[in-house]
């Protein structure tokens, strides 16, 4: 026999059923406001934090003083923002489909921010309070070490926390993320990559500089001035020198020299591997001017302290590169200049007259390599002589080293450690899970000064998935002579060429050496004009060898479809040339992928 349910039982479950319900419900409800208020109002302590976290990295690196202004307020809104993405409402809501991806990662952005402003600069900016930036220029001569020495662990601190903290951040995956959080999300991401660029800047150079400038014993660096205007892997030809010595922070200059008093041999001065020797051949090793055209400056430093060892008895303890366009950075920092001739270089008129001018005025060439060396002393007398202003110093010193205008290797090997991974040290092309790179490097195949006129374009694009693995890339080379139509006839013999190698005078012959990503292979090429094409390794990396030569008005493209890995950076590594990389509008064709 079958019991029925009194109807007042079922109305009374039904009621219960309707509490309960409603009260799930106003709890959802409830918490989502919750959580949707604390979003706000952490979203509005972010884009605050954002604001004053965008001065640090200039900050820190040329006026660190300044900064602890703009790191209390940073401070404050971080804090509030990882207070509000932090209780235990917002982190059960982390575990939910689809919104829980993106609390996490808001989550993640203030609790890494805050590491940053709280923790790892708090250090540095206490000491930078007590640090006159006045203290970095030098006083008859000298720069005073000690600033940098008592900065040095709270920079370590500094670079060591943003270091982790950028890496957290990039641990997200961004792929879940939507736009109205992707977009601060990378904001915030490429933020914290700029102060740690800065923080591990200022780290290194807290341990290097005083070692360079003799703090712990006197040192000798050879000071080469790369010639853009006939060009080489790392810049140009190395034709001026300085020697510096540096003791207690003093610097002097002892001696000045060019790559036309140097001899030549027969066979490379130092022992090449074979990689090199299939790119370059034994030329780098058996002239000074061509020390450059090697692709990694830690080779084509050592190959010119050898050079500089036989000519005069004793090796340097390092050597560093600049080129004119650098020097026109550093004249923004110290002012007008007057060489010995009596010309006044400034930074309008650096890279033109020691590029150009020069040859026009002295047309042997000899002693234009005399006026380049007499310029490159006169800006480092006005360096030493405290004229530069140190806020815009140092970042004339920071772009001319993110340009790699400014490289440096050091024979003290826990020296060269500190340099390491840094656009400083002039190393191959690296591609890695945060970037996959092309290395482009030209060299003047004319004997001459015609790649003042020359013009290097390179653009880089990604084409498109080719599985689940791999993804498809493509590069263009473009190479210009932007000559006068009569260079063959209206510029100097040492300039246009004069036929030496076969070229006729006024055409510029450039030799091209393109590294493909670590890994990558050719899926397509073509090369508008070509004299030879040519492939071998290097250091595991596939390098085309471009030839062409171009009369004035000439052009040539070389492309390049590859397949390699994906990364969120697609980048080229490229020698300096006298203008900056111009990336042209045009479009790559990727109808293959």
Known sequence: MSTLRPRHSRRVAGRV????LGAVLLVVVTSAAWIGIRA???????????????????????????????????????????????????????????????????????????????DALGPLIDVAGTIDLDSFTPRDGAIDVTPFIEMRDAAAIAADGTRRAAASVAALDRAALVGAVRTPFDEVSSLLDGVTVATESLANASVLLPRMLGADGPRDYLVIVQNNAEWRSLGGNPG??????????????????????????????LPLDDDQLAVT??????????????????????????????????????????????????????????????????????????????????????????????????????????????????????????ERRLLIWSAHAEDQAVLGGTTLQGGLPVTDASATRFGVYVNDGTGSKMDYYA?????????????????????????????????????????????????????????????????????????????????????????????VDLPPGGSASFDFTVETPFTDVLDVVRTPTLNVNETEDISISCEFA
């Open 17 to 20: 059923f309707t509490v309960v």
């Open 40 to 118: 706000s109002l952490a979203q509005s302590h972010l884009s605050e934090a954002q604001q004053s976290a965008a001065e640090l990295p200039t900050l820190v690196s040329t006026d660190p003083a300044a900064a602890a202004t703009a790191a209390d307020a940073l401070s404050e809104d971080t804090s509030a923002a990882r207070e509000l993405t932090s209780d235990a409402i917002w982190r059960t809501a982390e575990s939910l489909p689809w919104i829980g991806p993106q609390l996490n990662a808001v989550s993640v952005l203030a609790r890494s921010i805050d590491d940053v402003a709280s």
């Open 240 to 269: 001026a020198m300085v020697l510096i010595h540096t003791e207690n922070g003093a610097m002097t200059l002892t001696e000045q020299d060019s790559t036309g008093g140097f001899p030549s041999y027969r066979e490379s001065v």
């Open 281 to 402: 051949g034994e030329s780098p090793g058996m002239w000074f001017q061509n020390v450059t055209q090697v692709t990694d400056f830690a080779v084509a430093a050592q190959l010119a302290n050898e050079f500089w060892t036989r000519k005069y008895g004793t090796p340097v303890d390092g050597v560093i590169s600049i080129d004119p366009v650098a020097l026109s950075y550093l004249l923004e920092a110290t002012g007008p200049v007057t060489v010995a001739t009596g010309d006044v270089l400034d930074s309008e008129n650096a890279a033109r007259l020691l590029l150009n001018e020069a040859y026009l005025r002295y047309p042997t060439g000899g002693e234009a390599d005399v006026f380049f060396a007499a310029s490159a002393a006169a800006v480092f007398d006005a360096i030493s002589a405290g004229t530069a202003q140190p806020g815009p110093l140092l970042e004339a010193l920071a772009r001319a080293g993110e």
């Open 455 to 547: 013009r290097l374009n390179t653009t880089a694009a990604w084409c498109g998935p080719l599985s689940d693995e791999t993804n498809a890339a493509a590069l263009r080379v473009t190479i210009k002579n932007e000559a006068p139509a009569d260079a063959a006839t209206s510029l100097p013999p040492y300039v246009h060429g004069d036929g030496i190698f076969g070229v006729p005078a006024g055409t510029a012959r450039t030799v091209a050496y393109i590294y493909l990503p670590e890994g990558a292979s050719i899926l397509r090429s073509r090369a508008t004009e070509s004299r030879t094409i040519d492939s071998h390794m290097h250091a595991g990396r596939e390098v085309i060898t471009w030839s």
